[in-house]
């Protein structure tokens, strides 16, 4: 790190020269690597957009000019060159630094960022009140073709080019989302990428002409005429300038000189403006250019990790054999592919697969179309980004009356990512209408079975699951409708507990039964319609009783089963469950235990609640 060691904010950085900056592109690349093999986290995106970075830096003045970064999991080389160096090791980590832009961490960061394609709204609005304020700096827009699969940002984009607000976004086109983009925009990009191709073709296209003598000058007098349609096919960006966005590009997103030169000529200009640059994603680490998309979100590399099934595996490979089962079943993912484990689907039934694009609102409506066509639609998200398509689960889906499926993923406590991230209100969200069969399992054979069950049921069917292991617990009964599962028969504390929870709180019961505490665990299953008449019949038997669900504390089961508890007057209840809106990061276990949603966690709650002490 012989450059980078002496870089502590963006002014050391202005005093290198252009060969340094090279120099400096190495040895942050490198770095990263190191951290990312360690910690895991966003590689090959960060590696990608090191030299746009550098030349970001190098131009403007942050935090007087503000950088906005889409999604933001592209910010690595921001966060180590503006002052974040020295706690890069623990980015990601409990008490370290975000791997997403975050104010409260830095002045340098502008918004809290993480999820996609708001960047131009946020730069937008910021823009309108730095006029409205008399105020003068300039607004950089970070944001990938990826993002730009996002409807919000062309309404942004919309937006900004009838307002002419002054702000320089830059395009980072590396012809991938988390997997390969898809969609018409990007076959559009595709298109601009080849354009150095164009521009010399149409010259030596006029050149070839020219020769021709009056033939050819009659030919190329018509196509003059023709001027509209032949601009449409060789000028590039016409999309953004029609939109009234000035266009410069696409220039090569790796050349720092070349980078610097084109920012500091656009930097004055006054307007919507947009830089193309195109960028290779994993640039400079063989195996991260090779599989992209494996290194887009990667776990530790540099030592060997415990591979265990994932909730989202086992999701994947039921899928296939639901497919196989019934052929209305089709599969819809917004760009995540991979992290939903929908990959194997796609490869045995592409006609079947539907990747629509960072897009959850269109991929809910679209399913909504399906279903009303015959279609049982599959519709897999993480549960952060479902939360935008509220709107359309009420009325494309609810008021349609169609049944369309939402395999939830991520719902509940999710590691590494931060506020962002959490999948905490999903519970709330899907009970607005009251017609959702909401599930949740405890374990990978549960999964299956929900997803056996939710083939046979009328209704529209969720089924939320973590981020965690779906190994078994090896107790499976039939899921019954609407019928909650006993998983230990006690006396001496009534416990309710949902999905992956049930696991955790099945080994704190076995645990505390060595201490002759002997609790009742009740598995809920379903989060909808709530199992009232059997809670109802059993809970009098207790004094005490523990409600422990993965989610926000209002808006979860313990608010729906609040009905049921209200009379019981003698009935000490405990409430576990996410207090926080914005739960901060760590792993996955530090998150549970926070909660006290973890075994140790539920033992605790126990023996406090009941008055008991054990002592091992
Ligand atoms: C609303 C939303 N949906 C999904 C995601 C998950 N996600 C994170 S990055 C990403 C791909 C972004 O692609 P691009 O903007 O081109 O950036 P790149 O990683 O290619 O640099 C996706 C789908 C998200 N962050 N937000």
Redesign the pocket.
């Known amino acids: 790190m012989a450059i980078l060691k002496d870089i502590n904010s963006p002014d050391d950085l202005k005093k290198l020269n252009l060969k340094d900056l090279n120099e400096l592109s190495f040895e942050i690349r490198e770095y990263i690597k190191d951290v990312i093999g360690r910690n895991g986290g966003h590689l090959s995106?960060n590696l990608?957009?090191v030299e746009l970075t550098i030349s970001v830096l190098y131009t403007f003045n942050p935090p007087f000019d503000k950088i906005i970064f889409?999604?933001g999991?592209?910010c690595y080389t921001y966060k180590i060159l503006t002052g974040r160096k020295d706690e890069f090791p623990k980015i990601r980590r409990r008490g370290g630094i975000s791997g997403y832009p975050s104010p409260r961490e830095s002045v340098y960061d502008t918004f809290f960022v993480?999820?996609?394609?708001n960047s131009i709204s946020l730069s937008l609005g910021l823009a309108s009140s730095r006029d409205l304020n008399n105020e003068n700096y300039k607004i950089v827009d970070i944001?990938?073709?990826?993002?730009l699969t996002?409807g919000e940002a062309w309404e942004a984009l919309n937006n900004l080019g009838q307002s002419k607000k002054d702000i320089l976004i830059i395009l980072?086109d590396?012809g991938?989302?988390?997997s390969k983009?898809v969609g018409a925009f990007s076959r559009y990009f595709s298109k601009l990428r080849a354009e150095k191709f164009y521009r010399e073709s149409s010259k030596k296209l006029n050149e070839i002409l020219k020769k021709r003598g009056k033939f050819g000058e009659k030919l190329l007098n018509s196509i003059n005429k023709f001027k509209l349609v032949i601009k449409q096919a060789i000028i590039p960006g016409i999309i953004f300038e029609e939109l009234g966005i000035m266009y410069f590009g696409p220039f090569d997103g790796h050349n720092i000189p070349l980078l610097v030169d084109v920012l500091n000529k656009v930097k004055d200009l006054n307007g919507p403006r947009i830089v193309h640059v195109i960028t290779k994603?994993g640039k400079g680490i063989d195996f991260a250019e090779e599989e992209p998309d494996v290194y887009?979100s990667s776990p530790p590399f540099l030592e060997p990790t415990d591979k265990v099934e994932s909730f989202s595996q086992t999701f994947g490979d039921e899928m296939v054999k639901i497919g196989r089962k019934d052929d209305r079943v089709v599969a819809i993912t917004?760009?995540?592919e991979l992290g939903t484990g929908l990959k194997k689907f796609k490869e045995n039934f592409p006609d079947r697969f539907f990747d629509v694009g960072?897009a959850?609102g269109h991929a809910v409506s679209f399913a909504g179309g399906l279903a009303k066509g015959g279609k049982l639609p599959f519709v897999a998200i993480y549960s952060t980004?479902l939360q935008?398509a509220i709107d359309q689960i009420l009325l494309d889906v609810s008021l349609q009356k169609v049944k369309v499926n939402f395999m939830v993923d991520r719902a509940g406590l999710v590691p590494e990512d931060g506020e962002t991230h959490q999948g905490i209100f999903d519970l709330a969200y899907f009970s607005f209408p009251n017609d959702f069969v909401i599930m949740a399992p405890k374990d990978g054979d549960e999964l299956r079975e929900m997803m056996n069950f939710s083939l046979k049921e009328k209704r529209s069917c969720i089924i939320r699951y973590p981020k965690d292991s779906s190994e078994n617990l090896g107790l499976n009964s039939p899921v019954i409708p609407y019928e909650p599962e006993i998983l230990k028969e006690g006396e001496d504390v009534l416990i309710i507990s949902l999905g992956r929870l049930s696991y955790y709180a099945f080994k704190a019961v076995e645990e505390l039964n060595e201490f002759n505490i002997f609790p009742t665990l009740i598995n809920l299953r379903f989060a909808n319609p709530i199992p009232t008449y059997t809670i109802n019949n059993c809970i009098d038997k207790y004094k005490f009783i523990i409600i422990a669900e993965e989610h926000y504390y209002l808006g979860g089961i313990f608010t729906k089963l609040s009905p049921i508890l209200m009379g019981k007057e003698n009935l000490k209840i405990k409430h576990l469950s996410v207090t926080e809106s914005f739960p901060p990061i760590g792993i996955r276990d530090e998150l549970l235990k926070r909660y006290k949603l973890d075994k140790e966690g539920v033992k605790e709650v126990v023996l406090n609640l009941i008055g008991k002490k054990v002592t091992s």
């Open positions: 995106s990608g957009t889409d999604v999991h592209q993480g999820h996609a394609s944001i990938g073709d990826g993002a996002g980072n590396n991938m989302s988390i983009n994603k887009h917004a760009a995540m960072i959850e980004f935008r």
